[in-house]
């Protein structure tokens, strides 16, 4: 019976031996013979270890396990199995059937790499507000494995401006290809603009792809837009009774090129208390409906708000402008926010702060000091004294007799005394402060920082203009043709401080009576352009200002456009006039009609018959003080007498008991000269110079005779 069990045995196991070797593809001459044997499997066969597999071993891949070996380049695995690879670590590398492949073969690691043209910052520049540029973004895989594109999305989502066309979301990028889409710009307001675009994806090296977009919006080119040069005012808190509390404001036209845009209104509105004021800084007439102000492309007017609060409390009021561009019947207004407080201090210290400015070594100079009881009850002065903060500097300043000494101030009165400054060496500053101690509330100190600067004095600055970029400083008068641009180049100024870069430019142009033209740009450069679009005569004058508001004498030329054989031009220059002294020159005509800055304030002296009076032009200064420079031109001028007024308007001080120029003290001297240029000659035909104003009294002149006969002029003779 045993024999039997075991011959069952034996017969089962004879079995599945043979049903182990059928149903898989050996690769090899399987005839049935001695194959299906233990270490007879080849590279692809099934099996479960490695003792299956002839010579080698038992891998897996997938969900399969089948023999393979091990190999060092790809070369070997395909001449044993068509399109296998040989993947894994070097020494450690095995044969793998095509379907499980993951590498480029030789071993080497599946690599994704994702590369962004034209790179990861996009800067638009420039753009005008209306118009939508695109950007091209390329998208490329310089690796040897695919890699998907997911989503695309905006840091700022609020910001509309930019946008994606054509983005592959979703999308497979293979090796050696790449992928575009667009980032277009459609700007929402005039500014700055600026995003980040995340690009997600599964690369190896840039997973979430970031691309930072940038623009500058601009006005249209050749459309007007408004704005203003701070979006409010704020004056803070200031003490009640301060002076010179301002703060300045520009009108701009944000526009390029000749895009215009009227200003007809800069006033103060929603001011109950009434304690603000605004002013142009150009003193310039009040901007209103009846005497509007255009602006061009990226000129601007500056407005100067003044507070002058009268009680301790906030205030807010409205700064208004209006504006109309072309085509508008209704102005357009906008509102800048003003506000500001005010306290009461109990001892009011004027100045503050006490400035000296600039002392020169060696030198003294004093300030009056002035205290102020603002309360209803008597101030005790106990002393005052100089605080330093650096250095011992006490005997550099000085107080007037019994200046720091004990004094009681009753209410609402002043008190008076005088610090002088005697500095002996050069520093930076003094930083020091003026400290008042009184008995109000037991024992308060008062304070106001003092402020000087020891050196040279600040010098003024000096005009200067070519007619070239780096050329010489341009004659004083010249002749063009009409319907001609003329530029002039102001940064050949000087500073003798050294600080040209800091200096600011006032252009002025006295145009041709039937001129339109304009100076470009307006304000502040230093280099401009004129054109002169009708014959007759320009005066253009340049003023230059420091840093520390120390303004040039005035340097002018005078253009002519066009020539003529019949015009006479005479030009007055002065020097020497102080305080509100003005110098002013008439051209009498032969009827009597006078023309002069005061008859002619457009710069056209009315004629009775301009076809046989000819065109007189006068180019001055307007009703300014210290008027140094005028010129009077007289086209066409008919034969007969004429005159030649010279008038000194003296500022005299003082008046009742004081002295007065009537008496020949505080008088003033002006030194002038008169040029008379005949028929657009380059040199002046007659001279008189050293023409001194001098005598006692509030004004004197100098008159001179012209006579025009058979179209000559004669030499100018004194009466």
């Known amino acids: 019976?045993?024999?039997?069990?075991?011959?069952?045995?034996?017969?089962?196991?004879?079995?599945?031996?043979?049903?182990?070797?059928?149903?898989?593809?050996?690769?090899?001459n399987d005839d049935g013979g001695d194959s299906d044997l233990i270490n007879d499997k080849v590279m692809g066969e099934i099996c479960t270890s490695d003792a299956e597999c002839a010579g080698s071993m038992c891998i897996a891949s997938g969900s399969i396990n089948y023999c393979s070996q091990l190999c060092v380049t790809s070369a070997e695995c395909d001449a044993v199995m068509t399109g296998s690879c040989c993947e894994g670590i070097s020494g450690q590398a095995v044969c793998v059937l095509p379907e499980y492949c993951s590498t480029d073969g030789d071993g080497s690691s599946e690599s994704r790499v994702l590369v962004v043209n034209p790179g990861d910052t996009i800067d638009f520049g420039e753009v005008e507000s209306n118009t939508m540029p695109t950007a091209e973004i390329t998208i490329s895989?310089?690796?040897?494995?695919?890699?998907?594109?997911?989503?695309?999305?905006?840091?700022?989502?609020?910001?509309l401006s930019f946008s994606l066309v054509d983005y592959p979301e979703s999308t497979g990028v293979q090796p050696s290809e790449d992928v575009t889409f667009l980032i277009k710009l459609e700007p929402q307001e005039i500014g700055s603009l600026s995003n980040v675009l995340t690009?997600?994806?599964?690369?190896?090296?840039?997973?979430?792809?970031?691309?930072?977009?940038?623009?500058?919006?601009?006005?249209?080119?050749?459309?007007?837009?408004?704005g203003t040069s701070v979006p409010s005012i704020d004056f803070g808190t200031v003490p009640l009774g301060s002076l010179d509390n301002r703060s300045t404001i520009s009108a701009i036209n944000l526009g390029e090129g000749t895009a215009k845009l009227t200003l007809v209104r800069a006033e103060i509105v929603d001011d109950t208390d009434g304690v603000f004021s605004v002013e142009r800084v150009d003193h310039g007439v009040s901007v209103t409906e009846n005497a509007p102000v255009e602006l061009i492309g990226r000129q601007s007017l500056a407005f100067s708000v003044v507070f002058e609060p009268t009680a301790e409390k906030s205030y807010t009021a409205n700064l208004r402008f209006g504006y109309k561009l072309d085509g508008d019947e209704i102005e357009t207004l906008v509102d800048v926010p003003i506000g500001g407080s005010a306290i009461i201090p109990e001892l009011q210290i004027t100045p503050y702060p006490i400035d000296f400015q600039t002392v020169e070594s060696g030198t003294e100079k004093t300030l009056p000091i002035v205290l102020k009881n603002t309360t209803a009850d008597p101030i005790v002065v106990n002393?005052?004294?100089?605080?330093?903060?650096?250095?011992?500097?006490?005997?550099?300043?000085?107080?007037?007799?019994?200046?720091?000494?004990?004094?009681?101030?009753?209410?609402?009165?002043?008190?008076?005394?005088?610090?002088?400054?005697?500095?002996?060496?050069?520093?930076?500053?003094?930083?020091?402060?003026?400290?008042?101690?009184?008995?109000?509330?037991?024992?308060?100190?008062?304070?106001?920082?003092?402020?000087?600067?020891?050196?040279?004095?600040?010098?003024?600055?000096?005009?200067?203009?070519?007619?070239?970029?780096?050329?010489?400083?341009?004659?004083?008068?010249?002749?063009?043709?009409?319907?001609?641009?003329?530029?002039?180049?102001?940064?050949?100024?000087?500073?003798?401080?050294?600080?040209?870069?800091?200096?600011?430019?006032?252009?002025?142009?006295?145009?041709?009576?039937?001129?339109?033209?304009?100076?470009?740009?307006?304000?502040?450069?230093?280099?401009?352009?004129?054109?002169?679009?009708?014959?007759?005569?320009?005066?253009?004058?340049?003023?230059v200002e420091d840093e520390l508001g120390a303004k040039s004498a005035p340097k002018s030329i005078t253009v002519t456009a066009g020539s003529s054989s019949n015009r006479i031009q005479i030009e007055m220059a002065c020097t020497g006039l102080t305080g509100n002294s003005?110098?002013?020159?008439?051209?009498?005509?032969?009827?009597?009609?006078?023309?002069?800055?005061?008859?002619?304030?457009?710069?056209?002296?009315?004629?009775?018959?301009?076809?046989?009076?000819?065109?007189?032009?006068?180019?001055?200064?307007?009703?300014?003080?210290?008027?140094m420079?005028?010129?009077?031109?007289?086209?066409?001028?008919?034969?007969?007498?004429?005159?030649?007024?010279?008038?000194f308007d003296e500022d005299c001080p003082g008046g009742g008991i004081w002295p007065t120029c009537d008496f020949g003290w505080g008088t003033e001297d002006a030194l002038c000269s008169l040029n008379?240029?005949?028929?657009?000659?380059?040199?002046?035909?007659?001279?008189?110079?050293?023409?001194?104003?001098?005598?006692?009294?509030?004004?004197?002149?100098?008159?001179?005779?012209?006579?025009r006969e058979d179209g000559q002029w004669d030499e100018p003779t004194e009466m």
């Open 676 to 707: 008379i240029y005949l028929n657009d000659e380059p040199t002046p035909t007659y001279q008189m110079t050293n023409l001194s104003f001098t005598e006692p009294g509030p004004t004197s002149e100098i008159t001179w005779r012209m006579v």
């Open 629 to 647: 420079t005028e010129t009077i031109t007289h086209t066409n001028a008919p034969d007969g007498v004429y005159q030649i007024v010279m008038t």
């Open 199 to 226: 690009i997600s994806n599964d690369s190896d090296n840039l997973p979430a792809l970031e691309i930072t977009v940038n623009a500058e919006i601009i006005a249209p080119i050749g459309q007007a837009e408004f």
């Open 1 to 28: 019976m045993n024999r039997i069990y075991s011959l069952l045995f034996l017969i089962a196991i004879t079995a599945l031996l043979l049903l182990s070797g059928c149903g898989g593809d050996s690769g090899s």
């Open 582 to 627: 003005d110098m002013d020159l008439t051209w009498r005509l032969p009827g009597g009609k006078n023309c002069n800055e005061n008859t002619s304030p457009s710069g056209a002296c009315i004629v009775p018959d301009p076809a046989e009076d000819g065109i007189v032009t006068v180019m001055g200064c307007g009703s300014a003080s210290l008027c």
């Open 383 to 543: 002393f005052l004294r100089i605080d330093l903060f650096a250095g011992d500097w006490m005997s550099y300043f000085e107080f007037s007799e019994g200046g720091d000494a004990q004094r009681t101030i009753n209410p609402g009165e002043e008190d008076f005394l005088e610090l002088t400054i005697k500095p002996d060496q050069y520093e930076d500053d003094y930083n020091c402060q003026l400290v008042v101690s009184t008995d109000v509330d037991g024992n308060t100190n008062f304070y106001a920082p003092i402020y000087a600067a020891v050196g040279a004095p600040n010098e003024l600055p000096i005009a200067k203009f070519s007619l070239e970029p780096h050329g010489a400083q341009a004659p004083d008068k010249i002749t063009v043709e009409p319907e001609t641009a003329l530029d002039l180049y102001g940064h050949i100024s000087q500073d003798p401080d050294g600080n040209v870069d800091n200096l600011k430019f006032q252009w002025n142009l006295s145009a041709a009576p039937e001129s339109t033209t304009y100076i470009v740009p307006y304000e502040d450069v230093a280099d401009i352009s004129v054109y002169l679009d009708v014959s007759g005569t320009y005066m253009l004058t340049l003023v």
């Open 141 to 159: 895989n310089e690796g040897n494995a695919s890699f998907m594109l997911f989503d695309a999305v905006w840091t700022d989502t609020v910001d």
